[in-house]
């Protein structure tokens, strides 16, 4: 069974850092398209950075410059560095990765940015 594990969630101030890791178990091949998604309350779910498996990258505009998504396709691993992070960067971070034509989702970890 294929099982999507995130780790890197946490409170921190508004300017510091955090750095999300995703691993995607139980697959016998490369994974395509991966990334991050976050659902903040009252607000539906965006996506925040993608990356395929070429290595193609896509950001929202509202953290563009600030996060940096980076992927060892050996390991079925995505992570995501957030700098600079911003009250507005509170939400549910959510996790994918495709195979087969298919999204796997993790079951999402929480980020607080908080004075």
């Known amino acids: 069974q294929v099982q999507v594990l995130e780790f890197g969630g946490g409170l921190v101030q508004p300017g510091g850092s955090l750095r999300l890791s995703c691993v995607v178990f139980?697959?016998?091949?490369?994974?395509?398209?991966m990334g991050w998604y976050r659902q903040a309350p009252g607000k539906s779910r965006e996506l925040v950075a993608g990356?395929?498996?070429?290595?193609?990258?896509r950001y929202a505009d509202s953290v563009s410059g600030r996060f940096h998504i980076t992927r060892d396709n050996a390991k079925n691993l995505v992570e995501l560095q957030m700098n600079a992070l911003e009250v507005e960067d509170t939400a549910v971070y959510y996790c994918?990765?495709?195979?087969?034509?298919?999204?796997?989702w993790g079951q999402g970890t929480q980020v607080t940015v908080s004075s």
């Open positions: 994918y990765g495709g195979t087969g034509g298919e999204n796997r």
């Open positions: 990356i395929s498996r070429g290595g193609m990258t």
């Open positions: 139980g697959t016998a091949s490369m994974m395509d398209g």
